[in-house]
C-alpha cells in the first residue's frame, strides 16, 4: 500500500463495517418493505395513516439527516476502494512460497539489525534508525496477521534502509579516519583521539582506527622529541639533534617531517664528517704519513667516490708512495749488494722495475746483481765439489771462472774468499805428484794419457791430480787393468801392474 500501513490498520477496521452496512441496506431494503405495507389489509388504514403523521412530523427529519451522512460515508468508501487497486486472490501454494520468502527475509534483517547494533547504529543514525524499526515492526506485525504480500514488501523495505546505515557507517567511519589523521598531523592528540573513537564506536575491530589511537596516545612524547632535535638542530648541535629525532621515529616511524629532518641532520653529518676526513687527509701528506693518509682519503671516497679532492688526495699520497718505495728499493738493494746477498738485491730491483721499468739504476742493478749471484753460484759448486777439477775439462772452465772472478771490482769479502779457495783447487789440481808404480820386470805397463813405460820393477811417474787407468800385458797371460786416483794434497800409495793369470 502507499502509505506502507500492515492490513489490520484500525483506520482500515472502522471503514470496513460501514461499507458492509451500505451492501445491506438502502434500495434494496426500501423496496422490500414498501411492499409488504401495500397488503390488503385495508383495515388497517387508518392506523397507518396515523403512524405516517407521527413518522413525517416526529420521525423523518432526523432519519432523512442519518441518511444523508450514510450516503456521504458510504460514497467516500467507494471512492477509497477505487483508488486502490484490489490485490488479486493468491492460491494455497503463493501463499505458502510468500511466507517462505517473509520468514527468510526475517532472518537477513535479524542478522542486519544485530551487525547495525554492533555498529552502535542507533547513536549516531537515530532517524533513519527508527524509521528503519518501523518497517521491521510493521513487517512483523503483517506477517503475524498473514498479510504475506504486505510483509514481504515490508521486510523488503527495512533492509534497504539498512543498507543506507551500512553505507552512512562507511561514510563516518571514512570521514573520521581522515580527521584522526589530520589531527595527528597538525598535533592535536585530543581530536586525534576523539576521531579514532568514533571509529570504533561503529567498528571496535578497526585496525586502522587502533592503530590512530595508539598513535595519538604517543603524539605528545613524539612532539617532544621533535621539539628537542629542531632546538639543538639550531644551534648548530647536530649529532643531538639527529638522536633526537631518530628518538622521535622510533616513537612514530611514519611521521613525513621527521624523516625529513632526520635526513637532514644526516646529510649535513656527513657533509662535516668529509669536510674533516679530507682535512685530516691532506695533513697526514704534509707530515708525511702516507699509509695514514691512503686511510684517510679511502674512508672520504666511500662517502663520494667522484669527489675531485678525494682523487687528488689519493693520486698524491699514492705518488709519493710510490716515489718512497723506488727509493727504499734502491737503498735496500745497494745494501744487499755490499752485504753480496744477491738474491735479496735482484727482488729489490725488480720491486723497482715493478714500478716504473724505466728506472736505469734497477736495471743496471739487476744485471748485475745477476751476474755477481751466478759467478757466485759457479765459485760454490767448484770449491764444494773439487773432485770436478780432475777432470781437464772441467779444470778449464774453472781457471775461466776464476779469471772472470778476479776481474770483479770491489769484490767484497765473500767474493773474495771465494776466489781465493777456488785458486787454491786449481793450483793443487795443476800440480803434478809423484806417483809409484810396481812390476815384475815381465809385465809391459801402459798408463792411459801418460803411455808406454814398457817392463820394469819400480817406476816413479810425476802426475796432475786425476784419474788414470794401468794396463799390464805378458804373453801367455790374461790383460789386468788398474784404475787410480790421484789426489792433491794427498799420500798417494803405490800402483802394482802384474799379469799372473796364466791362459
Request: aromatic share 4%.
Amino acid at each position: 500500500m502507499s502509505d506502507a500501513r500492515p492490513k489490520n490498520d484500525p483506520s482500515e477496521a472502522t471503514i470496513v463495517p460501514v461499507r458492509r452496512q451500505q451492501s445491506a441496506s438502502g434500495t434494496e431494503a426500501g423496496p422490500k418493505n414498501g411492499r409488504r405495507s401495500r397488503g390488503p389489509l385495508l383495515g388497517l388504514s387508518a392506523v397507518l395513516l396515523v403512524a405516517a403523521l407521527v413518522f413525517v412530523f416526529a420521525y423523518l427529519p432526523e432519519r432523512v439527516e442519518q441518511t444523508q451522512i450514510a450516503e456521504e460515508s458510504a460514497t467516500a468508501v467507494v471512492e477509497e476502494v477505487a483508488a486502490e487497486p484490489e490485490r488479486p486472490r493468491l492460491s494455497a501454494r503463493e501463499l505458502a512460497e510468500l511466507r517462505e520468502e517473509a520468514e527468510a527475509l526475517l532472518v537477513q534483517l535479524l542478522e542486519q539489525r544485530d551487525e547495525l547494533n554492533g555498529r552502535s547504529a542507533e547513536s549516531w543514525g537515530a532517524e533513519v534508525w527508527e524509521t528503519y524499526e518501523t518497517y521491521a515492526r510493521l513487517a512483523d506485525e503483517a506477517l503475524l496477521a498473514n498479510e504475506l504480500p504486505e510483509a514481504v514488501e515490508q521486510y523488503e523495505t527495512a533492509l534497504a534502509t539498512g543498507e543506507i546505515l551500512f553505507v552512512r557507517s562507511q561514510e563516518i567511519m571514512t570521514d573520521a579516519l581522515a580527521a584522526g589523521d589530520e589531527a595527528i598531523a597538525v598535533g592535536n592528540p585530543e581530536l586525534a583521539m576523539t576521531q579514532f573513537e568514533l571509529v570504533l564506536a561503529v567498528d571496535p575491530n578497526n585496525a586502522d582506527a587502533l592503530r590512530g589511537q595508539q598513535r595519538a596516545q604517543v603524539l605528545p612524547d613524539f612532539l617532544d622529541a621533535m621539539q628537542r632535535g629542531d632546538a639543538a638542530d639550531l644551534q648548530g648541535q647536530l649529532e643531538a639533534a639527529a638522536a633526537a629525532y631518530r628518538e622521535a621515529l622510533a616513537i612514530d616511524e611514519n611521521f613525513a617531517t621527521a624523516q625529513t629532518a632526520l635526513a637532514s641532520v644526516t646529510a649535513r653529518l656527513a657533509e662535516s664528517r668529509f669536510d674533516t676526513l679530507i682535512s685530516d687527509g691532506f695533513a697526514a701528506l704534509d707530515e708525511g704519513r702516507l699509509d695514514g693518509a691512503i686511510e684517510i682519503f679511502n674512508a672520504a671516497a666511500a662517502m663520494r667516490p667522484n669527489s675531485d679532492a678525494v682523487r687528488d688526495g689519493l693520486a698524491q699520497a699514492e705518488q709519493r708512495q710510490l716515489l718512497n718505495s723506488i727509493v727504499l728499493a734502491e737503498v735496500r738493494a745497494s745494501a744487499f749488494e755490499r752485504r753480496e746477498v744477491w738474491d735479496e738485491a735482484i727482488a729489490r730491483y725488480r720491486e723497482a722495475l715493478a714500478i716504473d721499468p724505466t728506472l736505469s739504476f734497477a736495471i743496471e742493478g739487476l744485471e748485475r746483481s745477476q751476474r755477481r749471484a751466478d759467478l757466485l753460484a759457479k765459485l760454490d759448486a767448484l770449491i764444494e765439489s773439487p773432485r770436478l777439477l780432475l777432470s781437464e775439462d772441467v779444470l778449464q772452465d774453472a781457471r775461466n771462472v776464476l779469471a772472470e772472478a778476479l776481474a770483479i771490482e770491489a769484490p767484497g769479502p765473500t767474493h773474495t774468499s771465494r776466489t781465493e779457495e777456488l785458486a787454491g783447487l786449481i793450483d793443487l789440481a795443476s800440480t803434478p805428484i809423484g806417483v809409484t808404480l810396481v812390476s815384475d820386470n815381465l809385465t809391459e805397463v801402459t798408463v792411459y794419457r801418460i803411455g808406454d813405460l814398457g817392463v820394469f820393477m819400480t817406476k816413479e811417474l810425476s802426475l796432475k791430480p786425476g784419474q788414470y787407468t794401468a794396463v799390464g800385458a805378458r804373453r801367455g797371460y790374461r790383460d789386468v787393468r788398474e784404475a787410480f786416483t790421484v789426489l792433491p794434497g794427498r799420500n798417494n800409495g803405490p800402483v802394482t801392474v802384474v799379469c799372473v793369470e796364466e791362459i
